[in-house]
Nanobody, 124 residues
Framework: QVQLVESGGGSVQAGGSLRLSCAAS????????MAWFRQAPGKEREFVAG????????YYADSVKGRFTISRDNAKNTVYLQMSSLKPEDTAIYYC?????????????????WGQGTQVTVSS
């Protein structure tokens, strides 16, 4: 089992940057594929970015490709989301998620461990 705690959210103007972090408990962090999802008010939770267990593969939603970068440090049990060129439509609660069964996945239902979320607000 793994527990996830996000940090790094906040308010920023359009065009700005933020870096989210997700710290995981446990000694088997490298056995989990990790991802970031987000949920805007009144909308469904959606996939943002994912990274394989070793960190060798990354994948992104089209809406963030070229602006966001996901990375992980297995020695620190942490996954990051570097967000640049932020837009007002990026405003949402961002969630870190982990799954052990799949090498990688963009499906919300494949992830069985979730953090509590961190708010990101981008003003125009």
């Amino acid at each position: 089992q793994v527990q996830l705690v996000e940090s790094g959210g906040g308010s920023v103007q359009a065009g700005g940057s933020l870096r989210l972090s997700c710290a995981a408990s446990g000694r088997t962090f490298s056995s989990y594929a990790m991802a970031w999802f987000r949920q805007a008010p009144g909308k469904e939770r959606e996939f943002v970015a994912g990274i394989s267990k070793s960190g060798s593969r990354t994948y992104y939603a089209d809406s963030v490709k070229g602006r966001f970068t996901i990375s992980r440090d297995n020695a620190k049990n942490t996954v990051y989301l570097q967000m640049s060129s932020l837009k007002p439509e990026d405003t949402a609660i961002y969630y870190c998620a982990a799954n052990q069964a799949y090498s990688w996945s963009t499906k919300l239902s494949d992830y069985n461990y979730w953090g509590q979320g961190t708010q990101v607000t981008v003003s125009s």
